[in-house]
């Protein structure tokens, strides 16, 4: 006797209607692999940006006083890998984010740059769940640490000058608690109205002082707008939004003829310029709140650092750039009895 097997779920369906079935299940499970198999490639393969037309802009002049200075103060690490920071980086190459603050020196006041972590950054980070969650750090000396190490007197300090207003930029707040905060009107109602992006830097400059400053229709270096601190070209500031409403550039002349742009978080690492990368696709979704604007300052820049390799980018969170910055002097020896 032969004996046939039939799949009771197929027994009554016609072969069209297995044969569309077996279809739909196959397109399923195309999606279910190549979406997210897209995603990935979108996200962190390489994919320079255009070269920019080069830049028509001369080298503004600067005339920095004689005794200026910066020095930078690497103030913790928060762990990641290359592919994290910037298109094309890999996975397999560890590249820790610096968290830092620079001193400018100036016989008009001296500026901080950025407050980088603070003695607080533990209790900061807590508030914001996310953040605290998929971050992991390591804080060293704060900047206040740092410079009281030194015997360095607050009373010089001018103001802490925001490159933007997120937490590892405003953690060391507090430390300073003399000490205004210079920012700019859009960054100050981002901080008041961001929500939970911005709930540890909200903790972080709570009871601060800010005072806001604006721009002058002055062209420097292709942004249309600047603000000049002190008038002498040595420390000039243009707006550049897209990371944050009021993110800013800092440009920075020394008497040596050094300058300097501080970028924030433009880039994250200086690969962003150099190889015209930026940060991966799904990170700007998270971070950045403007791209097309803030890839308009990025072009900029590249142009810059094109025409004028002499001008030192440095990215906020770029540990190798900011390794080549001036360190703080020593201590001075302690007074024997």
Same mark, same amino acid.
């Given at each position: ?95 820790? +984010? &610096? ?10 006041? !001296?500026?901080?740059?950025?407050? $980088? *972590?603070? #003695? ?82 909200? +903790? &972080? ?10 721009? !002058?229709?002055?062209?420097?270096? $292709? *942004?249309? #707008? ?112």
């Amino acid at each position: 006797m032969n004996t046939k097997v039939v799949d009771i779920k197929d027994a009554g369906e016609p072969p069209p209607a297995r044969r569309g079935r077996a279809k739909l299940l196959i397109v399923v499970a195309v999606l279910a692999v190549g979406v997210p198999l897209g995603l990935l490639l979108r996200t962190f393969t390489a994919h320079p940006l255009p070269a920019p037309p080069p830049t028509t802009e001369p080298l503004p002049p600067a005339d920095p006083p004689p005794g200026m200075a910066i020095y930078g103060m690497e103030t913790g690490v928060v762990y990641r890998r290359a592919g994290f920071t910037y298109r094309g980086g890999s996975w397999f190459e560890h590249r820790d +984010s &610096a968290v830092t603050a620079v001193l400018v020196k100036h016989p008009r006041g !001296d500026l901080l740059i950025d407050s $980088g *972590f603070g #003695r607080h950054i533990d209790e900061q980070i807590k508030l914001d769940r996310m953040l605290s969650m998929t971050t992991s750090y390591k804080r060293f000396a704060s900047a206040a640490e740092q410079l009281d190490a030194i015997g360095y007197s607050r009373n010089s300090l001018r103001a802490i000058l925001l490159t933007h207003s997120l937490w590892a930029q405003v953690s060391g707040v507090p430390d300073f608690p003399s000490t205004p905060v210079w920012i700019t009107s859009e960054e100050h109602r981002f901080i008041d109205k961001a929500g939970v992006r911005a709930s540890a830097a909200r +903790s &972080a400059t709570e009871g601060a002082t800010f005072e806001e400053y604006g721009f !002058d229709d002055n062209p420097y270096f $292709g *942004f249309p #707008r600047s603000r000049d601190v002190y008038g002498d070209g040595s420390i000039v500031i243009v707006p550049c939004s897209g990371h944050t409403p009021g993110s800013v550039i800092i440009f920075v002349a020394v008497p040596s003829g050094q300058r300097y742009a501080f970028v924030g978080d433009l880039v994250w690492r200086i690969e962003g310029i150099t190889l015209r990368e930026e940060k991966p696709w799904l990170m700007r979704k998270q971070v950045d709140m403007d791209e097309d604007t803030l890839r308009i300052a990025l072009l900029q820049m590249i142009a810059i650092h094109e025409r004028y390799p002499e001008v030192t980018i440095v990215p906020s969170h770029d540990q190798r750039v900011f390794a080549e910055l001036p360190h703080l002097p020593a201590a001075p020896p302690q007074a024997s009895n």
